[in-house]
Structures are given as structure tokens and as C-alpha cells.
């Protein structure tokens, strides 16, 4: 399989891996379960919720289900996988609309930006009229959610990295238009090229750190410098919860200290918090340097639909 196939499978599979524990904020309460069994794939549970700081809302998802995040993941695959993998701002804007709007065939919790994206888009009977950027100031992960196959379809493409990074910043700015947002995503998406460029782990890190400035270059770097794998420390140090600034550095320290794919999707739930919108960009970079287990994309609800878009774009063939 192509490198950018098991790009896009990776995030995705890394997503509904870690929905049942999404939103713990207690690493003690996360420990105690991962001592019953193993903690990915678990059915969503309001017993593992109770007693300890965390927010269950995915009651109406079962295990293998797409988070909010993943569903970002896979509507933008849909979207270029109808397009010959080229993004189109009016066409995925619609698409956006229709399926987290009103009437939408998505089922589960809204964020704050898909919420607010929604109602600044709804106003306009004709497409053609969408404001870009039609999204709100917010700094979290979901900005990095749509990522995996813009990337996939510019690599395979042969698209040079800055068409890739202004292409990035209209992704971004259709749900996050905010400069932290876009700064981040513009390092998630140089980190994912280079790894399908075949630069080595090491070397795609410091390309995505020198699209970075300011705090977050630093916290960047402070996170590959950890001299020990500690996924629970690195989320005490630099945040658990959904911002860029707190979610992306534990990603690099996950990726620095390089796992396997099974070790990096367990260390990041175990971490806690927002382990969903961490997991797109992590399992994205792990299923280009590692293998997804079949018998973990096997369990994955939207295999079929997801392994014909990939195919459709001409990324590989099923999954193998």
C-alpha cells in the first residue's frame, strides 16, 4: 500500500482507537482501566467517566466509531476523493454544511467551531456566497482534523510544499480562522510531507518546528527534548485539553521517541484529555512510519466508504 493510503488510514483508525476514553482528564483513572484490558476500541461507557474530571459525550457512538475529529478526516477525504484530489472552498464548504447542519447525516457532539461554522453558513441560499473565511477565532485541534488527505492528495500530486501550505491555511480557515490555528496546521501538515517525502523522522520534526515561532516553537522543541517517553508527563507539562499549543507538542513527544503504532495510540490515551483530536495527526505520521494493525482497521465503521475514496484518488488499493 502507498505510503499516502496508510497516511490517511492511520489518522483515521487512531481516531475511533481512542473515542472511548476521549475526554478523561485523569491519568489514575485511565491507568486503572488499562488494568482491566486494553484500552482502545472500548465501547463509550458513562461508568468510566464517573467520579473523576472528564466529559462523556459520545453516547450515541459505538466502538469503531469516528469522533467529531475523524469525521473531519473523512468528509474532506469524500470531498477530494469527488474532485480528482483537488480542494475546492465553495464545494467543501457545502459539503460541511450539509452534512453537520441541520438535517445532516452526522450523529454526535458539535464543537465549538463546527457549531459556529455552521450558523455563519446557513444564512446563504447560494454557495457562490460563502464568506471565506467562514470560520470562527478558536485555536483548537479540530483545525488540524482535515489535514491527512490534503496532504496525501498533494504528495501523490507532486505539489511542492508551499502550494501545500496556502492550500493548508484555506483548509484551516474555513472552521478555525485564527492565526494560532493556521500556524499549527501549517507545522502538522510540513511534519506529514516530509514523512511521504521519505525525510527521516528526526529531519520532518525540525521542518515542522521551523514553521512554527514564538511559544510554540519553543514547546516544540522542549517536547522532542524529554529525556524520557512519558506521555503522562508530557500532557501534565504542556496541556491535555483541545488547543493547539497544548495538543501538538504531545504528538511530537509521542513521534520523538518513536513507538509503534499500537505504543503511540495507547500512550496517547493513557495521556488523557483530548486523546481524539491529538490522535489524527499522530496516527497520520505513525501509519507512514509504522503498520496499522489490520485486525485494528478492521474495526473501523467507515472502512468500506473510507478504502473507496482512497482508492478513488488513486492513493492504494484496499486495505492490505
Given at each position: ?41 472500548l465501547e463509550p461507557d458513562a461508568a ?74 446557513l444564512p446563504f441560499e447560494d454557495p ?96 522532542i527534548s524529554e529525556p524520557v517517553f ?91
Amino acid at each position: 500500500m502507498q505510503a499516502s493510503a496508510r497516511l490517511i488510514y492511520g489518522a483515521l483508525v487512531a481516531d475511533a482507537a481512542s473515542l472511548g476514553l476521549h475526554w478523561i482528564y485523569d491519568p489514575a483513572r485511565l491507568a486503572e482501566i488499562a488494568e482491566r484490558g486494553d484500552v482502545v476500541f472500548l465501547e463509550p461507557d458513562a461508568a468510566n467517566y464517573e467520579g473523576c474530571k472528564g466529559s462523556f459525550v459520545h453516547e450515541l457512538k459505538r466502538a469503531g466509531a469516528l469522533s467529531g475529529y475523524g469525521e473531519y478526516c473523512a468528509l474532506m477525504l469524500r470531498h477530494l476523493a469527488g474532485r480528482e484530489g483537488r480542494f475546492s472552498r465553495v464545494g467543501y464548504q457545502t459539503l460541511f454544511r450539509r452534512y453537520f447542519g441541520p438535517g445532516g447525516a452526522y450523529v454526535g457532539y458539535v464543537d465549538r467551531p463546527t457549531r459556529l461554522t455552521i450558523q455563519k453558513l446557513l444564512p446563504f441560499e447560494d454557495p457562490a456566497s460563502y464568506p471565506q473565511p467562514s470560520g470562527v477565532k478558536d485555536d483548537q485541534l479540530p483545525a488540524l482534523a482535515a489535514l491527512p488527505a490534503v496532504v496525501a492528495c498533494a504528495h501523490c500530486q507532486g505539489r511542492d510544499r508551499d502550494a501545500l501550505l496556502d492550500e493548508i491555511e484555506h483548509v484551516v480557515r474555513v472552521t478555525s480562522d485564527d492565526a494560532a490555528a493556521v500556524q499549527a496546521a501549517r507545522v502538522a501538515g510540513v511534519v506529514l510531507f516530509e514523512l511521504l517525502a521519505h525525510t527521516s523522522l528526526e529531519g520532518a520534526l525540525q521542518c515542522g518546528i521551523e514553521q512554527a515561532s514564538g511559544a510554540l516553537a519553543g514547546r516544540l522543541l522542549a517536547a522532542i527534548s524529554e529525556p524520557v517517553f512519558d506521555a503522562v508527563a508530557a500532557a501534565e507539562r504542556f496541556g491535555a485539553a483541545c488547543h493547539v499549543e497544548q495538543g501538538l507538542p504531545v504528538i511530537f513527544h509521542i513521534l520523538a521517541n518513536r513507538p509503534s503504532y499500537p505504543e503511540a495510540v495507547r500512550a496517547n490515551i493513557l495521556a488523557g484529555g483530548d486523546s481524539c483530536g491529538r490522535s489524527i495527526m499522530l496516527g497520520a505520521a505513525m501509519g507512514v512510519i509504522d503498520v496499522v494493525p489490520m485486525s485494528w482497521a478492521a474495526k473501523l465503521q467507515v472502512i468500506e466508504e473510507c478504502s473507496g475514496w482512497i482508492a478513488a484518488l488513486g492513493l492504494g488499493d484496499a486495505l492490505e
